[in-house]
C-alpha cells in the first residue's frame, strides 16, 4: 500500500491529469455554462436589447399554459408506452435468440438496422405506411375485408388506431434492435452453471426464467427503463415529420421537446423557451433520482451489505 501524500501522488501522475484538462474544458463550454446560461436566461425577459429580470415569471406563465401542460402529458404517456411495450417484447425476442445457435448473427444485424437508419427516413416511410387513404397499412386492411379502416395520423383521440398508437409503433421498431442486442448481452453474461444446478433441483424452465434470468438482467434493465426514459423525453424528429411543427392532429404529438424549439424559433422566445429547457431538465433529473432510490441504490445496498 503506497504511503504517498495526495501533492506527492499528483505531480508523479500530473501528464494524465492533464491529458483531462481539454474534454474538461469542452465539457464546462458546451455542457455546463450552456445549463447554467439557460437558468438565467429563465429569470429575464427581452426588453428591446436589454434584459429585464422576471424572476420565475416564465414558469408560472408555463405552468398555467394548458397547450405546455399538455405538450408534459403526451411526452410521459408516449414514453410510456413506448417502454410498456418494448421492454417485454425484448426480453421475450432476446429470449428466445439466446437459444439459436446458428444464424444468430444476421439476426442480430437486422434487429439493429432500424437503430443505425436515420429518423427522418423512417418517419417517412411510415408517414406512407399510416395514410388514412392510400396508406400501405389500410391498403392490406381493406383488401383482407375492412371497411371501416382506421384513420391513424388523422385521430387524435386516445385510441389503439390514433396518432399516438401509430407513432408508439414507430418508436418500438425504431428502438426494439437496440433493446434485443443489450438484453441479449446480458442474457450470455449469466452463468450456465446456475440453469444446471436449477435443472437438478428440478425447476422448469419458466422458474429458471423467473428466479435465474430475471435477477441476472436487473442491471441491465435498469439501464434501459433509464435511458429508455430519458430517449423518450427527448423524441422529436420522428414526431415533427409525422406531426409537423403543431404535433397535429390537435397536438396530439406535440411533445415538450417541440414546445420548446417553437417558443425558441418561431415565437422568438429565447427566455420562456429556456424556461422550459429548465423544467424538462429538471423532470429528466427527478425521474433519474427516483430511479436510483428505488433501483441502484437498494443494489448498492445489498452488495455493501
Given at each position: 500500500m503506497s504511503t504517498a501524500s495526495l501533492p506527492q501522488r499528483i505531480r508523479r501522475s500530473w501528464h494524465w491529469y492533464a491529458l483531462l484538462l481539454a474534454p474538461l474544458a469542452l465539457f464546462l463550454l458546451f455542457v455546463i455554462w450552456p445549463t447554467i446560461n439557460a437558468f438565467r436566461l429563465s429569470l429575464y425577459r427581452m426588453d428591446g436589447r436589454t434584459e429585464v429580470f422576471v424572476g420565475f415569471d416564465h414558469y408560472v406563465r408555463l405552468l398555467n399554459d394548458q397547450v405546455f401542460i399538455d405538450a408534459i402529458l403526451n411526452t410521459v404517456l408516449l414514453g410510456v408506452a413506448f417502454l410498456a411495450i418494448v421492454l417485454p417484447l425484448s426480453l421475450v425476442l432476446a429470449s428466445l435468440m439466446n437459444g439459436i445457435r446458428h444464424f444468430s448473427t444476421p439476426l442480430k444485424v437486422i434487429y439493429f438496422l432500424?437503430?443505425?437508419?436515420?429518423?427522418?427516413?423512417i418517419a417517412l416511410v411510415f408517414q406512407y405506411v399510416f395514410q388514412p387513404d392510400w396508406g400501405l397499412l389500410n391498403g392490406i386492411l381493406h383488401s383482407l375485408g375492412v371497411q371501416d379502416t382506421p384513420l391513424w395520423l388523422a385521430e387524435p383521440r386516445y385510441s389503439l388506431t390514433g396518432s399516438r398508437a401509430a407513432v408508439t409503433i414507430l418508436a418500438v421498431w425504431?428502438?426494439?434492435?437496440?433493446?434485443?442486442?443489450?438484453?441479449?448481452?446480458?442474457?450470455?453474461?449469466?452463468p450456465r452453471d446456475l440453469y444446471d444446478a436449477a435443472a437438478v433441483d428440478g425447476a422448469g424452465p419458466v422458474q429458471s426464467w423467473r428466479h435465474i434470468t430475471l435477477?441476472?438482467?436487473?442491471?441491465?434493465?435498469?439501464?434501459?427503463i433509464m435511458t429508455g426514459i430519458i430517449d423518450a423525453m427527448a423524441r422529436f424528429s420522428d414526431?415533427?415529420?409525422?406531426?409537423?411543427?403543431?404535433?397535429?392532429?390537435?397536438?396530439?404529438?406535440?411533445?415538450?421537446?417541440?414546445?420548446m424549439y417553437r417558443t425558441a424559433f418561431e415565437?422568438?422566445?429565447l427566455n420562456l423557451a429556456s424556461a422550459v429547457a429548465v423544467i424538462f431538465f429538471m423532470i429528466v433529473l427527478l425521474i433519474t433520482a427516483v430511479n436510483y432510490g428505488l433501483f441502484l441504490r437498494?443494489?448498492?445496498?445489498?452488495?455493501?451489505?
Amino acid at each position: 500500500m503506497s504511503t504517498a501524500s495526495l501533492p506527492q501522488r499528483i505531480r508523479r501522475s500530473w501528464h494524465w491529469y492533464a491529458l483531462l484538462l481539454a474534454p474538461l474544458a469542452l465539457f464546462l463550454l458546451f455542457v455546463i455554462w450552456p445549463t447554467i446560461n439557460a437558468f438565467r436566461l429563465s429569470l429575464y425577459r427581452m426588453d428591446g436589447r436589454t434584459e429585464v429580470f422576471v424572476g420565475f415569471d416564465h414558469y408560472v406563465r408555463l405552468l398555467n399554459d394548458q397547450v405546455f401542460i399538455d405538450a408534459i402529458l403526451n411526452t410521459v404517456l408516449l414514453g410510456v408506452a413506448f417502454l410498456a411495450i418494448v421492454l417485454p417484447l425484448s426480453l421475450v425476442l432476446a429470449s428466445l435468440m439466446n437459444g439459436i445457435r446458428h444464424f444468430s448473427t444476421p439476426l442480430k444485424v437486422i434487429y439493429f438496422l432500424p437503430q443505425v437508419t436515420s429518423s427522418v427516413a423512417i418517419a417517412l416511410v411510415f408517414q406512407y405506411v399510416f395514410q388514412p387513404d392510400w396508406g400501405l397499412l389500410n391498403g392490406i386492411l381493406h383488401s383482407l375485408g375492412v371497411q371501416d379502416t382506421p384513420l391513424w395520423l388523422a385521430e387524435p383521440r386516445y385510441s389503439l388506431t390514433g396518432s399516438r398508437a401509430a407513432v408508439t409503433i414507430l418508436a418500438v421498431w425504431m428502438g426494439l434492435g437496440y433493446f434485443v442486442i443489450i438484453i441479449l448481452a446480458g442474457l450470455q453474461t449469466v452463468p450456465r452453471d446456475l440453469y444446471d444446478a436449477a435443472a437438478v433441483d428440478g425447476a422448469g424452465p419458466v422458474q429458471s426464467w423467473r428466479h435465474i434470468t430475471l435477477p441476472g438482467l436487473r442491471p441491465i434493465l435498469i439501464f434501459l427503463i433509464m435511458t429508455g426514459i430519458i430517449d423518450a423525453m427527448a423524441r422529436f424528429s420522428d414526431l415533427w415529420m409525422l406531426g409537423g411543427p403543431g404535433g397535429t392532429p390537435a397536438r396530439s404529438l406535440q411533445s415538450i421537446v417541440m414546445f420548446m424549439y417553437r417558443t425558441a424559433f418561431e415565437s422568438n422566445n429565447l427566455n420562456l423557451a429556456s424556461a422550459v429547457a429548465v423544467i424538462f431538465f429538471m423532470i429528466v433529473l427527478l425521474i433519474t433520482a427516483v430511479n436510483y432510490g428505488l433501483f441502484l441504490r437498494r443494489d448498492h445496498t445489498t452488495t455493501v451489505g
